[in-house]
């Protein structure tokens, strides 16, 4: 069995753009894979380190989350990053092995970079050693546990080459000992926002969550952006710019045929068409939601989970920092 190593910071709930970008993925893969869900509690803390009731009260409901999706923990180890001290370990000899403009480089962090200064202002200009260098921290906790496929939505593709540039090095120099991952990716790999904006994330503001109540739900479809060239209601609009037809196609609703028909020839109008969207909506997130409140009533079994998962994890952390260091030359009294 080829092992997945895949991760999630724990900076609020699942949203639609983890479910059919990256999550959602996982629970068929745990069947064929010998899987690894990591927690990264570590790397959430390299832009939140100044509110870790944030991280930590979402370690929690991450792990809800992913159990009420179908995340098996019969099949799947969900473990907590700050608890493998080996993840800690193995940044700290990789980050001779990246230099600081090659991570400046990195698209991704660029991207991240921009966003914050857009959102923060001024605070946002201020990036720390930590954040700058979470990238070589990923590729720790994909090598440590000797990932060799990780599942990740596209926005996460520069960190992963930049992981495969760091165990090239390191085998490199030190002997072949790491092994190269690979990204694979969902047949969404993207998932816009309610706002249309290319990402829907947690830092963006554009997210519907697995946890939003019907209330909730309701209002973020109502205020999705459409085709702003319709103005009356028989107006024909163009389905490809309209944020309720991408959900529409998204969560696979069996009418979309006729949805962009009407749409295209005005004979659908805009309120009618995201009722529509919401029905189906709250039908996909139901059994979700009961899930989650069962484990919302039993935060004991999630606690074992999560304290099962990382035991297991743990144990083939230690068994590649052996092989590091003795790579290295510094596994000294053995
Ligand atoms: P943050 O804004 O805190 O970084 P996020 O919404 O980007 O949060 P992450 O925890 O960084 O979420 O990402 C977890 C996984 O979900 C990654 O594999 C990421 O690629 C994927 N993912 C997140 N948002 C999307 C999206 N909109 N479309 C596809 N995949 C996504
Ligand atoms: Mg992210």
């Known amino acids: 069995m080829k092992t997945i190593l895949t991760g999630i910071r724990p900076t609020g709930h699942l949203h639609l753009g983890h479910y059919f970008g990256a999550v959602g993925n996982w629970v068929k893969l745990q069947t064929d894979y010998e899987t690894y869900i990591e927690i990264a509690d570590v790397q959430a803390l390299t832009d939140n380190f100044d509110n870790p009731d944030k991280v930590v009260k979402s370690v929690k409901n991450l792990t809800i989350d992913l159990l009420s999706i179908g995340i098996d923990p019969n099949k799947a180890n969900i473990f907590i990053q700050s608890l493998i001290p080996e993840i800690a370990e193995l940044t700290v000899f990789y980050s001779n092995l990246v230099t600081i403009s090659r991570l400046e480089r990195n698209p991704t962090v660029k991207t991240e970079i921009k966003s914050k200064k857009e959102l923060f202002g001024e605070k946002g200009e201020s990036i720390t050693y930590g954040f700058l260098g979470y990238p070589v921290s990923q590729a720790a906790d994909i090598t440590a546990f000797k990932g060799e496929v990780v599942p990740v939505g596209d926005d996460q593709l520069p960190l992963l080459e930049q992981c495969r540039e760091i165990v090239r090095k390191f085998n490199s120099i030190y002997g072949k000992t790491l092994l190269e991952p690979e990204a694979y990716l969902s047949k969404f790999p993207r998932i816009k926002g309610i706002d249309g904006n290319e990402k829907m994330g947690k830092s963006l503001g554009n997210a519907i969550y697995l946890a939003d109540d019907d209330e909730e739900v309701r ?5 999705m952006v459409t085709d702003p060239n319709k103005i009356k209601i028989d107006d024909p609009a163009n389905p490809d710019i309209c944020m309720t037809y991408y959900y529409h196609k998204l969560i696979g609703n069996e009418n979309l045929k006729t949805v962009c028909e009407e749409c295209k020839l005005g004979k659908r109008g805009c309120v009618a068409c995201k009722k529509e969207l919401l029905n189906k909506m709250l039908e996909f997130l139901k059994p979700i939601h009961e899930k989650q409140r069962y484990y919302n009533e039993h935060p004991e079994k999630v606690d074992e989970i999560l304290k099962e998962g990382t035991k297991k994890a743990r144990e083939k952390a ?10 290295m030359r510094i596994n000294y009294f053995e």
Not at 318 to 327: F, G, L, P, S
């Open 318 to 327: 230690k068994e590649t920092m052996k092989d590091v260091k003795k790579a």
């Open 219 to 223: 209002k973020k479809i109502m205020s």
